[in-house]
């Protein structure tokens, strides 16, 4: 059984930086295409990163380009998204997820999701 567990949210001021980890238990992360949703409140669930199962092609949202770096360790099956510049409108629940076939094709398997909250 694969499980997704997020780490790393918390409440950070503007201009500050996280980085959120997401320890995949079940199955080799090589297995995957990977990536990190978010859900701001009244708002649709976007796609803010991914990772292919390479892990060496990485796509981004317009919104966080620049800002947000997607990266995995095959060792410790781990992926993380390291956050930088952080603005008020990056707050958010951040989902981890991961496809077999792709993350706009099906998503399978999610994480819980872990709260990230910026203050002006």
């Known amino acids: 059984q694969v499980q997704l567990l997020e780490s790393g949210g918390g409440l950070v001021q503007a201009g500050g930086s996280l980085r959120l980890s997401c320890a995949v238990s079940g199955r080799a992360i090589s297995n995957f295409h990977l990536g990190w949703f978010r859900r701001a409140p009244g708002k649709e669930r976007e796609l803010v990163a991914r990772?292919?199962?390479?892990?060496?092609?990485?796509t981004y949202a317009d919104s966080v380009k620049g800002r947000f770096t997607i990266s995995r360790d095959s060792v410790t099956n781990t992926i993380y998204l390291q956050i930088n510049s952080l603005k008020p409108e990056d707050t958010a629940v951040y989902y981890c997820?991961?496809?077999?076939?792709?993350?706009?094709?099906?998503?399978?398997?999610w994480g819980q999701g872990t709260q990230v909250t910026v203050s002006s």
């Open positions: 997820a991961a496809s077999p076939v792709g993350l706009t094709i099906e998503v399978p398997y």
């Open positions: 990772i292919g199962k390479s892990g060496t092609f990485t």
